[in-house]
Each structure stands twice: as C-alpha cells, then as structure tokens.
C-alpha cells in the first residue's frame, strides 16, 4: 500500500500570503496523483490530476508540481473562499487508492 | 446538473446490516467505474470499494472484504454498496464518486452518514 504522509498537519496564513502544501509517497507513483479541496460539511473537489494538470473550475491561484515520491500544491495567494482542507490522492498503485491525512489551511 | 445522490445511511446497532445507494443526476454512471470513498469524523478520506463499469470487475480495501459488497444497476443508474457485520469502526460519511479512466475522482455525491453505536 502507497502511503502518502501530508505536511504540515495545519498551516496558518494571512490572506493574501502564499501557501505551500507537501505530499510525499511512500513509493513512486509517477504523476499520478490528485489534489481536493474539502470545507467543512462537503464533499471534496477536485482540485489538480496528473501532479500539475487543473481541473475544471479550479483558479489558476492554485498549481500542483513534482513527480515520483513529493509533490507540492501551491496556492499564490489566499483568498477567504480558500481556507478549507486538503487531500493529495495517489491512483497508480491499487487497490487500494489511498489518502494523505490531509492539510487544514487556517486564517492566522 | 451533474449530480450523484446518496442515500441508506442511519445510526445502527453494531452487528446489523445496510444498504447504501447512490443515483446519478443529469449523469449516465453505466459509462464509468464508480466508488465507494468514506470518511470518518475528523480523519481524511478512505478508499473502500470500485466496481466497473459493467459490474463485471470489484475491488474492496483489505478491511472490508467478506463484509462489504459493491454492485450496480445501470438501467435504475444507481451504485449499491451493501455492508454486514458492522462495527464502529465503520461510522463514517460515506461517498460515492465517479472516476475517469485514471482513478482520480471528479464527481462526489454529498454522503450519507452511517453511524455504528450500540
């Protein structure tokens, strides 16, 4: 099973600021990894496929890099609507796909 | 409007069964894989079950095998995820999702919360 450990567990930024997120894979999953957006009471959405690739809808504020075991989500600059949680998935090495644990993005 | 639904989910006694289901809405599900993906309160998402799309293919994680069952019925548009012996390990929101052919998800129903508690 890919393990996928999300770093850090809660991040604090002002509005505006830049967000980094980190997702390391316990083995290669190439570019096949996926990043969601989850608020509380919701669903997730799809936010990046392919390691870098934006989904439908997702602003160009947000972009995903890397490949291989670490992969980065960065949001340039943090608007209200922002603040939520966020999953990295891997979908190469299955069953099972699995999770990171997830990054909580706060207002500080 | 694309939309998966849920629905099946309650509080339970540990032990007893239930059947979740998920209709599509403004989306025909035959044409894809579809997955079960639950989450419990206050943890990340956990992968449980995907069918194919012609229910020929199934696949559960490890936990849930001999316990959990995962089937369709493409003319009624709707996926099915059948749980017995349930523990409250189990308690949970439980999503389905619709994946492309890489097995990312990009369609989520809303959940059904099912909660396992004597």
């Known amino acids: 099973e890919v393990v996928l450990t999300q770093s850090p567990a809660t991040l604090s930024v002002s509005p505006g600021e830049r967000a980094t997120l980190s997702c390391r894979a316990s083995q290669s999953v190439g570019i096949n990894l996926a990043w969601y957006q989850q608020k509380p009471g919701q669903a997730p959405r799809l936010l990046i496929y392919g390691a870098s690739n934006r989904a439908a809808g997702t602003p160009t504020s947000f972009s995903g890099s890397g490949s291989g075991t670490d992969f980065t989500l960065t949001i340039s600059s943090l608007q209200s609507e922002d603040f939520a949680s966020y999953y990295c998935q891997q979908y190469l090495h299955w069953p099972p796909l699995t999770f990171g644990q997830g990054t909580r993005v706060e207002i500080k | 409007q694309v939309q998966l639904v849920e629905s099946g989910g309650g509080v339970v006694q540990p032990g007893t069964s239930l059947r979740l289901s998920c209709v599509g809405s403004?989306?025909?599900?035959?044409?894809?894989?579809m997955h079960w993906v639950r989450q419990a309160p206050g943890k990340g998402p956990e992968w449980v079950a995907a069918i194919s799309y012609d229910g020929r293919d199934k696949f559960y994680e490890d936990s849930v095998k001999g316990r959990i069952t995962i089937s369709r019925d493409n003319a009624k548009n709707t996926v099915y995820l059948e749980m017995n012996s349930l523990t409250p390990e189990d308690t949970a929101i439980y999503f389905c999702?619709?994946?492309?052919?890489?097995?990312?998800?990009?369609?989520w129903g809303q959940g059904t919360l099912v909660t396992v508690s004597s």
């Open positions: 999702a619709k994946s492309k052919m890489s097995l990312y998800y990009d369609v």
């Open positions: 403004g989306l025909s599900v035959s044409s894809f894989a």
